[in-house]
């Protein structure tokens, strides 16, 4: 693994790194590729949902040393992230879905918003920090339908709870960072907004891979509700690349990396419902795709995308993977899992050839 690995994670060795919501989808697969690359990896969250079936495999192989911890509590996540100490900090604890903000309104903006002002109050008390990456969403970005990218610097909000809480938290970073967090020498901090990622180990209900992996298991038709809707569709080790390069970078040169950031594909990942699940169903070997619109859904965006411009061009990222590669390999995930290999053999497979992607 070592011979694969880039220059900027080499950074990582022997480094102790804390995820906050190690348990859900992106954090269980930032845990594995922290240790891949030899980072000393501790996490908060709640205890582990049947919807993820990645990290009690991570558990198992002393991946990550996790703690239940709900971010609501201030007091319980100051002592959680005090003792372990970490050098960086990627904070993905949230309530991550539209349709259920819709249902649990007051429990999104409390977790969203009230429990990331938690991990902000920790982050500021702690002296061990160097580098803090506090994702969001390209949901908090005032959604105006644009047929082009939204920017860093363009206006956040949202018509939905999850969309809105994302937008508020980005306001309490901003004003954490500007009254307290760039006044310590030696503390980086940025907020990042990332596209729709997909891949292996997301369970969750109400998603269209997830939903659309279910079905063709079961062998039954993909069902979508809103197939036009239009999202930039990436690889969740993309994203995740570009915060571990940002986190490297902030550590380096906190006053020149900190602020804002978008990690989204390329213009030719931006497509509908429908190509996804096309797609999908492609790579699994077969499959029916059935439309039935939900006429008394919830509101949700029928367009959306970012410009990564500014992560081009002064962080070199780009993403790896484009949209056949990033459908295929979520795919060839599920499949290589119900075909009888562990969720962590795939997952430590993809993250070997994503890092050879990545070198020079």
């Not at 709900?70 to 005090?82: G, P, Q, S």
Request: overall charge neutral; glycine content about 8%.
């Amino acid at each position: 693994m070592e011979s694969v690995v880039s220059e900027a994670l080499k950074a990582y060795a022997g480094k102790r790194v804390l995820v906050t919501g190690d348990t859900g989808f992106k954090g269980s697969w930032l845990c594995l590729w922290l240790s891949e690359i030899g980072a000393e990896v501790s996490g908060l969250a709640l205890p582990v949902k049947p919807s993820n079936v990645l990290f009690p495999q991570l558990e198992k192989a002393k991946v990550v040393r996790h703690v239940d911890c709900d971010i609501r509590d201030v007091e319980t996540t100051r002592k959680v992230i005090h003792d372990a100490r970490p050098e960086f900090v990627f904070h993905m604890a949230a309530q991550a879905l539209v349709r259920l903000s819709y249902e649990q309104p007051q429990e999104t903006f409390a977790t969203n918003l009230l429990g990331s002002v938690n991990v902000l109050e920790a982050v500021r008390s702690s002296d061990s920090i160097r580098a803090l990456v506090y994702i969001t969403s390209d949901k908090a970005y005032l959604n105006k339908e644009w047929p082009w990218g939204y920017r860093e610097n363009d206006e956040l909000g949202g018509h939905d709870p999850y969309s809105a809480s994302k937008a508020c938290a980005e306001l309490a970073f901003t004003a954490y960072r500007e009254s307290f967090l760039k006044h310590r020498p030696g503390l980086g901090a940025a907020s990042t907004r990332a596209g729709n990622v997909i891949g292996g180990g997301d369970r969750s209900a109400d998603r269209i891979i997830p939903d659309a992996i279910r079905a063709l298991e079961a062998k039954e038709p993909i069902v979508l509700r809103n197939p036009t809707a239009t999202r930039p569709w990436q690889h969740v080790l993309d994203p995740l690349y570009g915060y571990l390069k940002l986190a490297v970078a902030l550590s380096r040169d906190p006053k020149g990396f900190s602020g804002a950031w978008n990690f989204g594909p390329g213009d030719g990942s931006i497509r509908t419902v429908d190509d996804l699940a096309r797609q999908a169903a492609a790579a699994w070997g077969g499959g029916k795709i059935v439309h039935k619109p939900d006429l008394i859904a919830p509101h949700e965006a029928t367009l959306l995308h970012l410009s990564s411009a500014k992560a081009n061009r002064q962080l070199n990222w780009y993403a790896q993977w484009d949209f056949q590669r990033a459908v295929a390999e979520t795919a060839g995930w599920y499949r290589a899992v119900y075909e009888g290999e562990t969720p962590l053999e795939v997952s430590r497979r993809q993250i070997a050839s994503h890092m050879k992607a990545t070198l020079p």
